[in-house]
């Protein structure tokens, strides 16, 4: 069977090429395909004729949406209607990703994870336009997964980030005295080798609509950069600090736990503690044995 991959090269489409090794995987990087352009996406795809489209391309920087909110919109709402139109051309199925940053708008601040049933409150541009496209998703293609992650972490890094958290902290804590980390900002960190794993199991439902796909458990990025020290063996202090201490051009979520309900209520929610995860991906960078 046959399954075309936008971000092919991407922190979780790399982890999904992997895994997905025992189809016929079609990887499209951004040089192969631009999702913001319809007629480039259906020239790509209908070479192909893939029976399963799964949609990672995105514009993830969240602070730069906030000044280029054309782009943002037109890759991650147009960008998304694109592949859903072209999917539903092919009669394919479509897996598209989506962010916890759909969440956490609210007045009142949240405290307990969202499921696939609350109603998403965006804070932020990237948040918005990932709403957007989500949507645009479900109007047009009939048979879609929307799968709602959160906090990436994966051995590749983000292309569109140019690296990853996790790269970051062990690289500042080997060249500083102490650390200074975010600590009013809770979400599920989540290994995209997992998600990949995952999404290649839910894809072969028919359970389509949105699944929240996180590992189990929550974290500040405070409470993570520990952990990773931690694991990694590193003594460098760390200190909590409050968002208002660390401005960024975007609002970000106080809290975006995502709850995985939907795989719970079908029996498929055996997603382990993100700190499991984090060590696998340490031994996997070769950080620790
Ligand atoms: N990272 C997170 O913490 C996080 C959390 C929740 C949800 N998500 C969602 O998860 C998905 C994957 O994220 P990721 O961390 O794997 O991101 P990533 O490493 O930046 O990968 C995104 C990929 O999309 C490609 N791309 C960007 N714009 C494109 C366009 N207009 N047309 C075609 N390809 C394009 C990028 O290529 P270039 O780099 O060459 O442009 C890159 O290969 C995204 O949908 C994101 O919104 C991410």
Redo the contacts with the bound molecule.
Sequence with gaps: MKVAV????????TDLCQTLHNFDVIP????D????DVVSVREAMLKHNPAIII??????RVDDCEDKKDKAFS??AL?ARNVAVVAQELGARLVH?????VFGGEAEPRTTPYTEFDTPVPLSIYGKS?LAGENLVRHFCLRHFIV?????F?T??????GGNFIETMLRLARERDELKVVNDQVFSP?Y?GDLARKIAQLMATDYYGISHITNKGASSWYEFTVEILKLAGITTPVVPITSDQYPQKARRPRYSVLDNSHLRLLGMDDMRPWQEALKDYLVARGHIT
Excluded at 6 to 13: I, M, R, S, V, W
Excluded at 148 to 152: D, I, P, Y
């Design positions: 936008t971000g092919a090269n991407g922190q979780l489409g499209f990087t951004h040089a395909i631009e999702i913001a949609n990672t391309a995105a514009y993830v890759v991650n960008g990703i989506s962010t916890d940053y990932k709602r992650a959160s906090g990436l994966g590749a890094g983000s292309s569109g980030k989540t995209t």
